[in-house]
């Protein structure tokens, strides 16, 4: 399973950006089940920004809380991070990952993370 952010960028203090992350197999079919968005600034740590379950229950952040929404389209087998009210603080690189079944000859458990995307904010 492979996981491929974008909607990184520029924005602007106050500003908005939607991420969204995109999976996909080669040649076998898959189930994602808890996906997630964390993010890694300069010199910290990597953080849980928010994650949410197949069955759509959310966790966020208290920094981020009443400012990002999480979403998913099962369907489609994306992930979305809706980023609103964005502050300098936020800047960061943003990685995905996803806790998949991938169906083969047997099942296999796993979890992948994306290449990241970079979000900016200044003025």
């Known amino acids: 399973v492979q996981l491929v952010e974008s909607g990184g960028g520029l924005v602007q203090p106050g500003g908005s950006l939607r991420l969204s992350c995109a999976a996909s197999?080669?040649?076998?079919?898959?189930?994602?089940?808890?996906m997630g968005w964390y993010r890694q600034a300069p010199g910290k740590q990597r953080e849980l920004v928010a994650d949410?379950?197949?069955?759509?229950?959310?966790n966020y952040a208290d920094s981020v809380k009443g400012r990002f929404t999480i979403s998913r389209d099962n369907a489609k087998n994306t992930g979305f991070l809706q980023m609103n009210s964005l502050k300098p603080e936020d800047k960061a690189v943003y990685y995905c990952n996803a806790d998949y079944y991938l169906f083969n000859d047997t099942v296999e458990v796993g979890r992948v993370w994306g290449q990241g995307t970079l979000v900016t904010v200044s003025s």
């Open positions: 949410i379950t197949s069955g759509g229950s959310s």
């Open positions: 197999a080669s040649g076998s079919g898959f189930r994602l089940n808890t």
